[in-house]
Nanobody, 120 residues
Framework: QVQLVESGGGLVQAGGSLRLSCAAS????????MGWYRQAPGKRRDLVAT???????NYSDSVKGRFTITRDGAKNTVYLQMNSLKPEDTAVYYC??????????????WGKGTLVTVSS
C-alpha cells in the first residue's frame, strides 16, 4: 500500500505565495517521476510541473518563472513553491508519483488533492 498526502493549500491574495508539500509513504522501493497537476472547476486536470529522479524539471508555460518544483529523496517528498499567484491559479492541486513498490510493482499514485484559492 502506497499513499500520497498533500498539504499547504489555502486562501491567498493575488501576488502572494504558497508552498505545497506531498509526502509518499508505504511499501516504497523507489520513486521515479513526481509532479503536480491541477484541476479548476469545470476543467480537465492539467500538468503544472514535474521532476525526475535526476532532478530534471518541466513546467507548464502558465507557471514558468513563478512556480518551482523540488524534491527531497530522503523524505520521499515533493514540493511546489508558488509565487506571484494569480486568480487563474485557483484549482485543486494533485500530487503524482511513479513508484516501484518493495514487492516489485510499478504504480501511478495520486494524492487526494489540496485546494488553492487565489482572490483578486
Amino acid at each position: 500500500q502506497v499513499q500520497l498526502v498533500e498539504s499547504g493549500g489555502g486562501l491567498v491574495q493575488a501576488g502572494g505565495s504558497l508552498r505545497l508539500s506531498c509526502a509518499a509513504s508505504g511499501s516504497i522501493f523507489s520513486i521515479n517521476d513526481m509532479g503536480w497537476y491541477r484541476q479548476a472547476p469545470g476543467k480537465r486536470r492539467d500538468l503544472v510541473a514535474t521532476i525526475t529522479r535526476g532532478v530534471i524539471t518541466n513546467y507548464s508555460d502558465s507557471v514558468k518563472g513563478r512556480f518551482t518544483i523540488t524534491r527531497d529523496g530522503a523524505k520521499n517528498t515533493v514540493y511546489l513553491q508558488m509565487n506571484s499567484l494569480k486568480p487563474e491559479d485557483t484549482a485543486v492541486y494533485y500530487c503524482h508519483a511513479a513508484i516501484t513498490t518493495r514487492e516489485g510493482y510499478g504504480m501511478d499514485c495520486w494524492g487526494k488533492g489540496t485546494l488553492v484559492t487565489v482572490s483578486s
